[in-house]
């Protein structure tokens, strides 16, 4: 038996790559073009690619809400976004999910601080510390300074 024989077929590898976690149809085509045979056809990929979209396995609006449903919960907007974007997901998706989440912003990052550090910084040395740790997660500058006010009312 030769290595092409037991070489996986671009949409048996498709097929992993999809049971392990959604995947946006651009992620999978940079990964199935690493792994395209010199006796597959010069469009194999794109042909695979659309026969899974077709059938529903290449969702974007799904790879969206996973990404949301995994990430949220730690990262700002600005880092959410930055990872969908990554993804190759379409304006209309991004858009979708930029209204979600600033619909959450503060709430998350009230939280993410919260568990983190669950006190109001005493100096100016801890009030810097906190704001680069909710920064560098994506949260913006008004949404941290707004945590580290400590108004629990403000959520407008």
């Known amino acids: 038996m030769t290595s092409d024989a ?4 671009l949409k048996g590898r498709a097929l992993r790559y999809l049971a392990a976690r959604e995947h946006s149809r651009a992620e999978l085509q940079a990964k199935l073009a690493r792994h ?7 469009d194999a990929v794109a042909r695979v690619l659309e026969e899974l979209q077709a059938k529903g396995f290449i969702d974007e609006a799904r790879v969206a809400e996973s990404l949301l449903h995994r990430r ?3 990262l700002g907007q ?5 990872e969908l ?3 190759g997901l379409p304006d209309g998706i991004l ?9 959450t912003e503060l709430t998350r990052a009230r939280e993410v601080w ?11 040395a801890e009030r810097s510390r906190q704001a680069r740790f909710l920064a560098a997660r994506g949260f913006g500058a ?8 400590g108004v629990p009312g403000d959520d407008g």
Request: glycine letters at 8%; charged letters at 35%; a positive charge.
């Open 6 to 9: 037991r070489r996986p077929s």
């Open 36 to 42: 395209v045979g010199e006796d597959d056809a010069p």
């Open 72 to 74: 949220a919960g730690r």
């Open 78 to 82: 600005a880092r959410v976004l930055h």
């Open 85 to 87: 974007r990554a993804k």
């Open 95 to 103: 858009a979708d999910a930029a209204q979600q989440l600033r619909a």
């Open 114 to 124: 919260r568990k983190k550090f669950g006190c109001l910084p005493t100096d100016a």
């Open 142 to 149: 008004d949404v941290v300074r707004r945590v580290l006010g």
